[in-house]
């Protein structure tokens, strides 16, 4: 382990235990999405109590969870009542304020940290981490520039043409595409940073991909990792629509490249918790490409959803150890597996007119695992739910992904 990584005693909150008072061990999360649901499903099935603090009454992790706070995010009430029922606390989104978890931080242990959140919520600091970490993880990011003042937009029009063509991408608060401009030209950067209301920004050069990976990976307390191995992910319009995950996905030097960087990424960060670090594999016109890494979420991730139904322990159950000061052990895949994400448009015919998938038909299929989030309205784009494809090979596990994929019209078939 590295020097510069802080190890915080942590004394284990034990599954199904309860305090003199008779109060149930209970796990917190800020934030009631699909991943906070997942996690709550894995933190109950090890016998915890759970609180889901989120404003929404139909949440799919407050409808599921022990206690539900309804409140904002950073209402001081809410996370005080979430601090006094629980004995350490979550996040399950990337942009929660990080000031509610520096409150919860004074009373409860908080994983991850406020400060570490902060680093992945700005892709300025989250690059200068993958920059100060080169020289250990072995992978940089695309080469970019800053753009927060005019002298800066200027700068890069006069000196940084080598950027273009470019996304020009705002720090803070883009997710699945959204808060990226395409920018071809010095003179598109100003009318594009305009669109972006000046917000802080990076301009990022366009990078030629032949693949998308990511891999998760989980810190405890003690400084303990363990990770899951690199799978690739299929984006369409900026969403990710499917995760291939079996050995052969890879070319396995870059598997392994990537699954020591995201290792030494996480602790350099001195992270507690599940952490997502996601690579392009940029055609540098080698046999296989190079690595370059993205960005990072800090929480568990859709391209992990697969390790529910394909390994030993999932990402979920990982986050709930960590959190607790359980033991982490390295998790094991059992089978292969492909993951399609289900959008709103699986709800919706051509015409935008609701319809319901013929679920018996996809059910009918071997090894199809569905997940759907308790989301009342299908919208285009939103998230609603997940189906993974497990089987004894890989190929058994693409045929029935197809055959899936064209009974419910998703996009992207051509890649499985
Ligand atoms: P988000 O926070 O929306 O996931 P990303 O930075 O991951 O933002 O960008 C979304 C997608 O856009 C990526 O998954 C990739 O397909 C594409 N993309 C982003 N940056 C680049 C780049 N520098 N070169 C080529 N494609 C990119
Ligand atoms: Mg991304």
């Given at each position: 382990m590295n020097a510069d990584t802080p190890v915080i005693s942590m004394t284990p909150i034990l599954p199904g235990s309860a305090d003199a008072a008779g109060q149930r061990a209970t796990l917190g999360v800020l934030g009631g999405g699909q991943l906070g649901r997942m996690f709550v499903h894995a933190a109950q099935r090890l016998g915890y109590f759970t609180a889901v603090l989120e404003?929404?009454?139909?949440s799919p992790a407050g409808r599921v969870s022990h206690y539900h706070i309804q409140t904002a995010y950073d209402d001081p009430a809410g996370l005080a009542q979430l601090a006094q029922l629980c004995q350490a606390i979550t996040t399950e989104f990337e942009n929660v304020p990080a000031q509610a978890l520096q409150t919860l931080a004074l009373t409860r242990p908080v994983a991850p940290g406020a400060a570490v959140v902060g680093i992945a919520q700005n892709r300025i600091e989250e690059k200068a981490h993958f920059t100060a970490c080169v020289n250990v993880s072995g992978v940089s990011c695309a080469p970019f520039a800053v753009m927060e003042t005019l002298a800066q937009l200027q700068a890069v029009q006069d000196e940084?043409?080598?950027?273009?063509?470019g996304i020009l991408k705002t720090?803070?608060?883009?997710?699945?595409?959204?808060?990226q401009v395409s920018v071809q030209t010095a003179g598109e950067l100003a009318a594009a940073w305009a669109e972006l209301g000046h917000a802080a920004c990076v301009l990022e050069k366009r990078l030629p991909l032949r693949a998308e990976l990511s891999v998760l990976v989980a810190r405890g307390w003690d400084g303990q990792v363990v990770s899951f191995a690199a799978q690739r992910n299929v984006h369409v319009e900026g969403i990710l629509a499917v995760t291939h995950a079996y050995e052969?996905?890879?070319p396995p030097a870059l598997a392994t490249q990537a699954r020591d960087a995201a290792v030494a990424l996480v602790q350099h960060l001195g992270y507690v918790g599940v952490l997502c670090v996601e690579f392009f594999v940029v055609d540098d016109g080698s046999a296989h490409g190079s690595l370059v890494v993205n960005e990072m979420a800090p929480r568990p991730h859709n391209s992990g959803h697969y390790t529910l139904d394909a390994c030993d322990v999932s990402q979920f159950d990982l986050q709930v150890r960590a959190l607790a000061g359980l033991p982490l052990p390295e998790p094991r895949q059992h089978s292969p597996a492909i993951m399609l994400n289900l959008l709103g448009e699986v709800w919706l015919d051509g015409s935008g007119q609701p319809r319901e998938p013929d679920w018996p038909a996809v059910l009918r299929l071997p090894g199809t695992h569905l997940h759907l989030y308790g989301k009342l309205e299908a919208r285009a784009g939103r998230k609603m739910g997940h189906l993974t494809i497990t089987g004894p090979d890989v190929a058994g596990v693409k045929t029935v992904a197809r055959r899936a994929a064209a009974l419910l019209g998703l996009p992207g078939l051509d890649v499985l």
């Amino acid at each position: 382990m590295n020097a510069d990584t802080p190890v915080i005693s942590m004394t284990p909150i034990l599954p199904g235990s309860a305090d003199a008072a008779g109060q149930r061990a209970t796990l917190g999360v800020l934030g009631g999405g699909q991943l906070g649901r997942m996690f709550v499903h894995a933190a109950q099935r090890l016998g915890y109590f759970t609180a889901v603090l989120e404003p929404d009454a139909h949440s799919p992790a407050g409808r599921v969870s022990h206690y539900h706070i309804q409140t904002a995010y950073d209402d001081p009430a809410g996370l005080a009542q979430l601090a006094q029922l629980c004995q350490a606390i979550t996040t399950e989104f990337e942009n929660v304020p990080a000031q509610a978890l520096q409150t919860l931080a004074l009373t409860r242990p908080v994983a991850p940290g406020a400060a570490v959140v902060g680093i992945a919520q700005n892709r300025i600091e989250e690059k200068a981490h993958f920059t100060a970490c080169v020289n250990v993880s072995g992978v940089s990011c695309a080469p970019f520039a800053v753009m927060e003042t005019l002298a800066q937009l200027q700068a890069v029009q006069d000196e940084r043409t080598d950027l273009l063509p470019g996304i020009l991408k705002t720090a803070r608060l883009g997710y699945d595409g959204k808060g990226q401009v395409s920018v071809q030209t010095a003179g598109e950067l100003a009318a594009a940073w305009a669109e972006l209301g000046h917000a802080a920004c990076v301009l990022e050069k366009r990078l030629p991909l032949r693949a998308e990976l990511s891999v998760l990976v989980a810190r405890g307390w003690d400084g303990q990792v363990v990770s899951f191995a690199a799978q690739r992910n299929v984006h369409v319009e900026g969403i990710l629509a499917v995760t291939h995950a079996y050995e052969g996905n890879l070319p396995p030097a870059l598997a392994t490249q990537a699954r020591d960087a995201a290792v030494a990424l996480v602790q350099h960060l001195g992270y507690v918790g599940v952490l997502c670090v996601e690579f392009f594999v940029v055609d540098d016109g080698s046999a296989h490409g190079s690595l370059v890494v993205n960005e990072m979420a800090p929480r568990p991730h859709n391209s992990g959803h697969y390790t529910l139904d394909a390994c030993d322990v999932s990402q979920f159950d990982l986050q709930v150890r960590a959190l607790a000061g359980l033991p982490l052990p390295e998790p094991r895949q059992h089978s292969p597996a492909i993951m399609l994400n289900l959008l709103g448009e699986v709800w919706l015919d051509g015409s935008g007119q609701p319809r319901e998938p013929d679920w018996p038909a996809v059910l009918r299929l071997p090894g199809t695992h569905l997940h759907l989030y308790g989301k009342l309205e299908a919208r285009a784009g939103r998230k609603m739910g997940h189906l993974t494809i497990t089987g004894p090979d890989v190929a058994g596990v693409k045929t029935v992904a197809r055959r899936a994929a064209a009974l419910l019209g998703l996009p992207g078939l051509d890649v499985l």
